[in-house]
Structures are given as structure tokens and as C-alpha cells.
């Protein structure tokens, strides 16, 4: 064999190697970005910034945050189930919204969840909260449904998201309230409407809930889960007030389904760093949520069974599926 043909052959064995060689590359090749449903200033950015800061710090790589609200967070979601399956594309978000929309919507952003995406690494669990104005003459959930039986359909509430849609429905069936739900872009667009009367009360996230409950526009009348919890034991849950409910909401790390095993893997390593530090568990019982580390595989099976939990709410709920 000559030595040209000899080159020719190496240089096609060198160029078919080049793939495998550039897919054997260790995660990440490049930046992570993490996909928030709400808008800048929402409650649930606030969370995500935190966990793409932390993320950053232990990866050594650059965190972008993208924000794509809309569609009770459906445009988010489907964004992510259709990225490339590298690790670089993560929808951090509240699983039980995902689940939860599987049955909400008629058509949802992909059929199934649990063949849509695959659950990275679990971060809190938490409840929802039933809010009014702190100038509200409302102290207790008893209180304020006595005052919205009364006012009938010229009640009014504000949600906004599929959780917050679904704690309002069952609130409703279980008092027999029959107030008018109205579904806001971000909880932070109901204040105006709250503080004025024009809406009576409101379901929204614990990160939102607190906070303006702490710098006193809002009061938090109940949360949703059956237990009280951790961050926040002095809040009544619904059930204790006689409103029975269990709805828990979860946050995770979602990748694309196809995903890399050992890619989910590290995404759940440096999840349990952060979720694992002690300014982490302050930042999370600061938004109302206790600490929740699982296995991949554990979370996908909860992803999995949420997703017949809520359709089973749903229904108790009688609400009919949108879009």
C-alpha cells in the first residue's frame, strides 16, 4: 500500500471518529439554561434565579434564566419537552403544575408527561395559599366563604396558574361558594385588583403569598396541603377549617425525555448540593416550601402517579378541560 493511500485511510478512520469523540465530551459542552414559566419579579423567578445562581457556582458554568410565561405555563413546557435532550435546556418548575395540566387543558403541551420529560433532581414541596387584602375584614377561611355565599356570583377570585385553578374549584365544591374565578398572567397582577375590592380573593404560590403577606398587603387565610408545614406551622391548612384538601405542589428540575443517564446524573448531583446547604433550606422555608431530595427515578415515579392524582381532582373538582 502507498503512503498516500495509507493517509487517505487514516484520515477517513480520524474524520469517522470525530462524532464519537465530540459526543464522548463531558456535560456541559456549553450553557445551561433554565426555562421559568411566570414572568421577571414573579415568585416562582425568584426561585428559579436562585437555583441557576447556586447551579452555576458548583457547575463552574454559565446559568442562563429564560422566562416564557404563558398558557398556564404550557409555552414553558412544551419548549423543553421539544429541546435537544442534552441537559442544556431545563424547565425548573413545579411538577405537580405539569401533572396537573395533563387534565386542565384538552390539548396539553405533549399527551404524556411522564414520556415528555424525565425528572432530573426534586428541590421543595409546598402548599398553595388562599389570600385576600390585608385590609380584608377576613381572618379565617370560615370568614371569608360566610361573606362570598352571600355575594354569591358577584364573588370573585383570581388565579393564576393550573394549581391555583384547581385549589379555587375545590374550595368552591367543598363550601358551595359560587364566585367567579379570573385567571391573571402572574399572581402580582391581582394586588392592584385585591387591594381595591374589585376582587375578593385570590390562590396563589407560597413564594408570592409570603412574601406579600410579610410586607403586609396580603393575609393568608389557609394553605392546601392536609399538614401544616415546616417553613411556615403557624398557617392553618383548608382541612382544619373544614374545607377538606390535599394538594401538595413540588418543584423540580425537568429534563427532555432521551436525556442522557449520566447527564441526568450530574444535574441531580449538583441539584443535592444546593438543596442540601443550610441557605438553602432558609431560602426555601423563606417561600413556604420544606426541602425534597429524591432519586431520579423515585421522582419520575411521583411525576407518573401525579399525573392520575390530579386528574382525579380535576373531576372532583368538576372542572372542564380548556383550549
Request: glycine share 8%; proline share 7%; with cysteine.
Amino acid at each position: 500500500m502507498t503512503f498516500c493511500a495509507r493517509r487517505l485511510i487514516g484520515v477517513m478512520i480520524l474524520a469517522a471518529a470525530l462524532p464519537a469523540m465530540a459526543s464522548a465530551q463531558p456535560y456541559p459542552t456549553q450553557d445551561i439554561h433554565f426555562i421559568c414559566t411566570n414572568p421577571p419579579g414573579s415568585g416562582a423567578d425568584v426561585l428559579v434565579r436562585y437555583f441557576a445562581s447556586k447551579i452555576q457556582e458548583v457547575s463552574g458554568r454559565t446559568v442562563l434564566v429564560e422566562n416564557r410565561p404563558g398558557a398556564g405555563g404550557n409555552i414553558a413546557m412544551e419548549l423543553v419537552a421539544r429541546s435537544k435532550p442534552d441537559g442544556h435546556t431545563v424547565l425548573v418548575h413545579s411538577a405537580a403544575a405539569v401533572a396537573a395540566s395533563m387534565g386542565l387543558f384538552k390539548k396539553p403541551p405533549f399527551p404524556d408527561a411522564g414520556k415528555a420529560l424525565a425528572v432530573a433532581a426534586t428541590i421543595n414541596r409546598q402548599p398553595f395559599m388562599l389570600v385576600v387584602d390585608a385590609g380584608a375584614p377576613y381572618r379565617t377561611a370560615g370568614e371569608l366563604t360566610a361573606a362570598m355565599k352571600a355575594k354569591g356570583t358577584k364573588a370573585s377570585y383570581g388565579t393564576q396558574s393550573p394549581f391555583g385553578t384547581v385549589m379555587g374549584e375545590l374550595y368552591k365544591v367543598a363550601t358551595g361558594v359560587t364566585a367567579v374565578e379570573v385567571n391573571y398572567r402572574s399572581a402580582a397582577d391581582s394586588l392592584n385588583d385585591l387591594a381595591s375590592g374589585s376582587l375578593n380573593y385570590a390562590t396563589a404560590d407560597p413564594v408570592f403569598s409570603l412574601a406579600q403577606h410579610r410586607a403586609g398587603r396580603l393575609r393568608i387565610l389557609g394553605i392546601s396541603t392536609a399538614e401544616r408545614v415546616k417553613a411556615a406551622p403557624e398557617l392553618p391548612t383548608m382541612t382544619e377549617q373544614g374545607v377538606p384538601m390535599d394538594l401538595t405542589g413540588w418543584w423540580a428540575a425537568m429534563v427532555p425525555q432521551g436525556t442522557p443517564v449520566a447527564t441526568i446524573a450530574q444535574l441531580n448531583k449538583w441539584f443535592v448540593e444546593v438543596v442540601s446547604s443550610d441557605e438553602t433550606r432558609k431560602f426555601l422555608a423563606n417561600m413556604g416550601g420544606d426541602t425534597l431530595i429524591e432519586t431520579p427515578a423515585v421522582a419520575q415515579e411521583r411525576l407518573v402517579r401525579d399525573v392520575e392524582k390530579w386528574k382525579d381532582h380535576i373531576r372532583v373538582a368538576k372542572i372542564q378541560p380548556v383550549g
